[in-house]
């Protein structure tokens, strides 16, 4: 039986919430998450852990999902989850969304990127070179970061480019992110970002129910303009979803500006019809 790796905090509360962390990272940037949500049983889900899963199969959203669904099922039966994620984890959120509907009681998700056909070639191009498993190339085209620096550079300063590219601080954060990468060898993180790349919303399992007031999308203003796009796309699938871009945050922002971050979500966990935009910080996007 196909497995995914977590690690849980049983706080014997009645209601649970699930982390999922984004791309080339893993569950310890949730670190500044574990004692605020001490109210809740808390389950944070490791997409890159070197399970028997993760060793013998590729990568698929779709997988994961189901996989997440098993877990939930078998620890918490009928009840239904708070979903919190970043990136490559709002995609999963999202898909689960659309397809184990009956899991969700809250889903807030932040700097999601969904792919559009405005992008088909762009993202064709960057298939082609995953395809080829250029992992030099793959870090030019996700990180921006041109060709002719890199070529030149050691892989201490490639890790030092994820650090400044989501906001973290060297000195706190480096052997966290550094553990991330060593976790994933070059295949696996070719297969995993070619899989978040192509992501598009899944066809929802009862198309009536598109009117999804319990979920939160939210992106910083200093992550990539596409997931600001991506954001309105998300709207067109589901109704009445809110959307907030909070003011020069960047894509791990829960780690970086956490006070905001873990209010943000318990506010809206609390009560959906919250308006937040009482918040200096946050802009509401119709």
């Known amino acids: 039986m196909e497995h995914i790796s977590f690690k849980e ?38 997409l890159h852990e070197n399970t028997e899963n993760m060793k013998n199969s590729n990568f698929s959203i779709k997988k994961t999902s189901a996989n997440i669904k098993k877990l939930i099922k078998n620890k918490i039966k009928d009840q239904k989850i708070h979903f919190v994620g970043i990136g490559l984890g709002g995609q999963i959120i999202l898909y689960i969304l659309a397809t184990y509907p009956e899991l969700v009681k809250t889903a807030i998700v932040s700097g ?59 000195k706190e954060h480096l052997k966290d992110i550094t553990h991330s990468l060593n976790e994933i060898n070059e295949d696996k993180m070719i297969n995993i970002t070619k899989e978040s790349l192509k992501f598009k919303i899944p066809e929802l399992k009862n198309p009536s129910e598109t009117d999804k007031k319990d979920v939160l999308v939210l992106y910083g203003t200093k992550e990539y303009p596409k997931v600001a796009k991506s954001a309105k796309i998300i709207k067109k699938h589901l109704k009445n979803v809110q959307i907030y871009t909070s003011y020069r945050s960047i894509h791990l922002w829960n780690l970086i500006e956490y006070v905001k971050f873990n209010t943000i979500v318990k506010e809206f966990i609390k009560d959906k019809k919250i308006n937040l935009e009482n918040k200096p910080y946050l802009k509401k996007i119709e």
């Open 9 to 46: 905090i049983n706080n014997k509360k009645i209601e649970t919430i699930v982390f999922i962390h984004t791309n080339l990272v893993n569950s310890w940037i949730w670190k500044n998450q574990q004692n605020v949500f001490d109210n809740y049983n808390q389950i944070y889900i490791n």
């Open 112 to 170: 999601v990127n969904v792919k559009t056909s405005k992008y088909s070639k762009e993202y064709d191009e960057l298939t082609a070179i995953l395809e080829n498993k250029k992992i030099e190339q793959l870090l030019i085209a996700i990180k921006t970061t041109s060709e002719e620096i890199l070529s030149k550079k050691s892989s201490k300063f490639l890790t030092s480019a994820y650090l400044a590219e989501y906001g973290l601080h060297k």
